[in-house]
């Protein structure tokens, strides 16, 4: 039976965007009672937008891969691993379509420099990045999967062993703008998390 039709929007439609919001916003305050998260933050196939203030990663290495979001054929993207990342002023968003309109889940975090975002073995599945990027050591054309620093390649993705890599002693990036299909995290440690959905969309709303 087909579902309910409003507004150009399937209620199932709706109620498959929303759970596994509803669902990782569950998890992440359980893991925050115990102090540490380790998750990833995917939502439904869509793209999210991310901004920090500053990122300072140790072990750093990016390869290209093939991203398989839920409900989309393959996606290329670049992904960037860091062995032990340092954020301050980190905002993930995602616009969910529904019936009553846009609603963006932001989520906020590390918005205290004394207090930063801390994550291990972090990855980052993006499309588009903009920062003021600092690399040291950093060695370019390596091999991917042969790379000195880094956590290694996520095995969860399709990646070429032999394709082109580049990695880096340690990074700074700074004024962070970029959209990914998906974070992940062996452990994230969201200090001051923020947690709120909106209505709308686009600048103001979202994280830019």
């Not at 793209?47 to 990663?57: D, I, M």
């Not at 846009?102 to 590390?110: I, M, P, Q, R, Y």
């Not at 903009?130 to 042969?146: C, K, L, P, Q, Y």
């Not at 070429?160 to 990036?173: I, T």
Request: aromatic share 6%; charged share 15%; hydrophobic share 40%.
């Amino acid at each position: 039976m087909e579902s309910h039709v409003r507004g150009g929007t399937r209620w199932r439609r709706f109620a498959v965007v929303m759970v596994p919001s509803v669902a990782a916003t569950a998890a992440i305050g359980v893991a925050l009672a115990q102090g540490a998260l380790a998750a990833s933050f995917s939502v439904s196939g869509q793209q999210f937008k991310v901004t920090a203030e500053t990122l300072h990663g140790e072990g750093f290495e990016q390869y290209g891969a093939l991203d398989v979001p839920s409900g989309k054929g393959p996606v290329p993207v670049a992904v960037s691993a860091f062995t032990d990342a340092t954020i301050t002023g980190l905002c993930q968003s995602v616009v969910i379509p529904t019936p009553i309109g846009d609603v963006t889940l932001k989520l906020k975090a590390g918005t205290n420099p004394k207090n930063p975002v801390v994550a291990h073995n972090l990855y980052i599945d993006l499309d588009q990045l903009d920062a003021d990027a600092t690399f040291n050591h950093i060695n370019i054309g390596v091999a991917a999967g042969s790379t000195t620093y880094g956590p290694g390649i996520d095995n969860k993705k399709t990646t070429d062993p032999g394709s082109f890599a580049q990695e880096a002693e340690s990074a700074d990036l700074v004024n962070v703008h970029q959209t990914a299909w998906g974070t992940s995290a062996g452990t994230f440690k969201l200090a001051g998390l923020s947690l709120r959905l909106h209505m709308g969309s686009g600048k103001g709303v979202e994280c830019y």
